[in-house]
Nanobody, 119 residues
Framework: QVRLVESGGGVVQPGGSLRLSCANSGRPYDMGWFRQAPGKEREFVAAIRWAGGDTFYGDSAKGRFTIARDNAKNTAYLQMNRLTPDDTGVYYC???????????????WGQGTQVTVSS
């Protein structure tokens, strides 16, 4: 049984940083991060393959966010730097073997963690 538990969200000032964690209690999978702002669709942020560790980023994350994983702990991380108010939203962790890592076709989802960027 796969259960994903996210942590690390909170309130941060513009220009600040946060690190999100996603612990997977089940078998290892490719993992992704998505976010959803109020009134908007869920969008791809970043993903990392279980085998090889290849990483992928959405346009909004490139150059500011870094995805990583600790296979021994079966945990994925999202380091977010230079945050802006546009980064505000609920961040979801996902796990699975989607054909396209940037799509929503993951098998398992976490409950989400709120990130608020505000002065």
């Amino acid at each position: 049984q796969v259960r994903l538990v996210e942590s690390g969200g909170g309130v941060v000032q513009p220009g600040g940083s946060l690190r999100l964690s996603c612990a997977n209690s089940g078998r290892p999978y490719d993992m992704g991060w998505f976010r959803q702002a109020p009134g908007k669709e869920r969008e791809f942020v970043a993903a990392i393959r279980w085998a090889g560790g290849d990483t992928f980023y959405g346009d909004s994350a490139k150059g500011r966010f870094t995805i990583a994983r600790d296979n021994a702990k079966n945990t994925a991380y999202l380091q977010m730097n230079r945050l802006t108010p546009d980064d505000t939203g609920v961040y979801y962790c996902a796990a699975g073997n989607p054909e396209l890592l940037t799509s929503l076709q993951y098998d398992y989802w976490g409950q989400g963690t709120q990130v608020t960027v505000s002065s």
